[in-house]
């Protein structure tokens, strides 16, 4: 990387978004313990008990590595992201 400073940007997106309260890791289907893999996905539970408990892919697991604290992001274009709690209540205000 230069010495120079990378430039700064502010965010303007609009998403929506929910607190994680807890996460619910799904166990291995496959109860021969052949089989592997570092997720089953999960069941997120958001920290605001009015909104239903939903699923997340093991991909989604793998790749943004969510805690209970964190939001659980998603953008206007559908793409589901992870932010944790200081980054996100720093960059976002609700609507």
Not at 41 to 63: N, R, T
Not at 72 to 86: F, I, L
Request: aromatic share 12%.
């Amino acid at each position: 990387m230069t010495e120079q400073e990378m430039p700064r940007y502010q965010c303007h997106k609009k998403v929506r978004a929910l607190k994680i309260g807890s996460i619910e890791h799904k166990p291995n289907p496959d109860q021969s313990g052949k089989t592997g893999s570092s997720s089953y996905g999960a069941i997120i539970h958001p920290d605001d008990k009015k909104y239903a408990a939903f699923d997340v892919s093991a991909e989604y697991i793998c790749k943004h590595r969510p805690m209970p604290g964190g939001y659980y992001v998603v953008y206007e274009d559908g793409y589901e992201s992870y932010s944790p709690a200081e980054v996100f209540e720093s960059g976002y205000s609700k609507l």
